[in-house]
């Protein structure tokens, strides 16, 4: 019947045979993914009236503090998925090692790897957060999961997307053929198809930098972040500076409008040389995102896809968006121009 709308699982349904990503299994994976973030957008939809604000006390393995709604998402997360029956393990921004099933819960023979929430720092003042995962089918035949099934190259994910918890609730996801977005429709608690196969502007006018940054910065990120701040190149109209200080929402909106997104490395840390971002659970996913939907992606000099992770919680310096955008500012970074 015309103006139902298009679920997550009739669109999966309506796709599963051009992507042998979508699975039954993975049919069942995305559904519980989607069951915990309705619960985590029941939270921050009421966050400004329960508990649920403000620090838990702890710090996690990022060297950050925990706030209270990272901990409840997580917690969600990791005990539905836990649960599905389609993970053989997971892995969290939050918990420093690799989260197996237990023995006495059904495995299957996917990975998930998620930040369960991005841009905590928005959280106690009402701006967008989200959730971020990557998916990967697990190569070994081995009982149980070795690290190798996680240190994978970005390349090898068979779907990837995010929750964006803002003035709608939404889902933005590719198999590996398009990306799609879907809204919730929070009076019958359904995602429905709302932006199908999103393609990114060749080249935008917004770009995202923390400019806050700029004296951490070496000379060839500054001359970038300086390009799309120059007006002298009268091929193209001035660029306007947007951040909303979680990744998952600059990005999001540069994925609909057009622009660059850079978390340059900075010297600002000694322990984070690279930046901020982290590879596997922020930069890989959003990157299969940012390439599906005609974008790119690169650390300042390779694809973000082509990187294969050293370590867990590995860091990566990040620039995503519009094709264009991102080739220029790999250009400059690589000392090409
Ligand atoms: P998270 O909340 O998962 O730690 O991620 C926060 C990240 C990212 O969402 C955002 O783009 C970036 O931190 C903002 O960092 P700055 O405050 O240093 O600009
Ligand atoms: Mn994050
Ligand atoms: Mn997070």
């Known amino acids: 019947m015309e103006g139902l709308g298009i679920t997550v699982t009739e669109h999966l349904l309506i796709h599963q045979k051009e992507s042998p990503a979508a699975t039954g299994q993975f049919t069942r994976l995305l559904s519980e993914l989607i069951f915990s973030a309705k619960i985590i957008a029941r939270e921050v939809k009421k966050?400004?009236?329960?508990?649920?604000?403000g620090l838990t006390g702890d710090i996690n393995v990022q060297?950050?503090?925990v706030r209270k709604l990272d901990e409840?998402?997580?917690?969600?997360?990791?005990?539905?998925?836990q649960r599905s029956g389609v993970l053989c393990a997971m892995a969290s921004e939050e918990n420093a090692d690799v989260i197996e099933v237990p023995d006495d819960m059904p495995r299957g023979n996917y990975i998930l790897i998620f930040d369960p929430l991005d841009g905590s720092s928005n959280i106690d003042v009402n701006v967008n957060i989200g959730t971020i995962f990557?998916?990967?089918?697990?190569?070994?035949?081995r009982p149980y999961v070795t690290m190798e099934?996680?240190?994978?190259?970005?390349?090898?994910?068979?779907?990837?997307?995010?929750?964006l918890y803002g003035p709608s609730t939404m889902l933005v996801y590719t198999t590996g053929k398009g990306v799609h977005g879907?809204?919730?429709?929070p009076t019958v608690g359904e995602f429905l198809l709302s932006h199908p196969d999103i393609r990114i502007p060749e080249q935008g006018r917004i770009y995202s930098v923390n400019?806050?940054?700029?004296?951490?910065?070496?000379?060839?990120?500054?001359?970038?972040?300086?390009?799309?701040?120059?007006?002298e190149n009268a091929r193209r109209k001035p660029y306007t500076a947007r951040y909303i200080?979680?990744?998952?929402?600059?990005?999001?909106?540069?994925?609909?409008?057009?622009?660059?997104f850079m978390y340059p490395a900075d010297n600002k840390d000694p322990a984070k040389p690279s930046g901020k971002l982290r590879l596997l659970c922020e930069a890989a996913p959003l990157a299969f995102v940012a390439e599906q939907a005609g974008g790119a992606a690169t650390d300042g000099r390779e694809r973000i896809l082509d990187i294969r992770a050293a370590h867990l919680h590995q860091r990566t310096p990040l620039f995503i968006g519009s094709r264009r955008d991102v080739e220029t500012a790999t250009a400059i970074m690589k000392g090409d121009v």
Do not use: P
């Open 211 to 231: 400019e806050s940054n700029t004296n951490y910065w070496d000379g060839r990120t500054k001359k970038v972040v300086d390009y799309f701040k120059s007006t």
């Open 47 to 53: 966050a400004g009236l329960v508990d649920i604000l």
């Open 149 to 163: 099934e996680f240190l994978r190259k970005g390349s090898e994910q068979v779907a990837a997307g995010y929750f």
């Open 245 to 260: 200080g979680a990744l998952v929402a600059d990005f999001h909106r540069n994925l609909l409008d057009g622009g660059i």
């Open 63 to 65: 060297g950050e503090q």
């Open 72 to 81: 409840f998402s997580n917690r969600v997360l990791i005990y539905r998925m």
């Open 182 to 185: 879907f809204t919730l429709d």
């Open 134 to 141: 990557s998916i990967y089918r697990v190569v070994g035949e």
